[in-house]
């Protein structure tokens, strides 16, 4: 550019400065104009592998996200039903154990209250002999009734336990993909999450913008260099 503007300074002083000097102004402020064009494609076309990776990148991580459909409070409500389902798993298993050993049968098909039954029955007949056996008779078959009614109860409430396994295992897997982008776009909690995927659509429109820009610039430059011909042409005749 500068030695453009040398042999201008040396065509003036040669052909007269007053004569061709208008054209010679037209033709450095097109040549500036040109220049600044030439300079806007160089920075926007630099590295389009690098750009090319990035624009993938960012498509592969906004639909990773969108995919997932969270909702903005989605993590604080999974934890909580995650810590619900982990408190009920732990009261079903003690409920079930505590139903396997007052119903559960032994190896000769007699549960617990089975036996104190049989005690019960064994210990009523020999207070039907000997009446120095009833009050042990009488505690016996009180306890039998409350063993088969306690047994009965246990029972219920580990049948009854409002609890769903295949829920449970939902909720773990949706904590687990949260925890999971977490890690992998190096975010503090979902939102964060959730920010990312929008400032990754907002960069990815501005590569886009980029795009599009450099297309016009082309454009531009083809027609700045129509001029420029023009002018070096009126500047020469």
Known sequence: FSFLTGILDTLLDSFGKGRIEPYAVKYTELLKEYKSIVLQIRDLSLQPSSK?????????????????????????QLTELNRKFKRIESDLGLLTEADELLSGED??????????????????KLA???DSYRDIADKLKS???????????????ATSVDYSKEKADEVTARLGLI????????????????KFARDAA???ETMKDSSRKLAELRKVRS?????????SEALTA
């Open 179 to 194: 925890y999971d982008l977490k890690a992998k776009y190096s975010c503090a909690n979902l939102a964060d999450v959730l």
């Open 52 to 76: 090319n990776g990035r624009k993938e990148y960012l498509e592969y991580a906004i639909k990773e996200i969108n995919d997932a459909a969270f909702a903005d409070d989605e993590e604080e």
């Open 128 to 130: 039907s002999k000997d």
């Open 223 to 231: 027609e700045a260099e129509g001029k420029l011909l023009d002018a």
């Open 202 to 204: 907002d960069e990815l």
């Open 107 to 124: 190896d000769s098909g007699y549960s617990v209250s089975d036996r104190i039954r049989s005690a019960s029955v064994l210990c009523e």
């Open 143 to 157: 306890l039998a009734e409350e063993s088969a009614e306690l047994s009965s109860r246990v029972n219920d409430l």
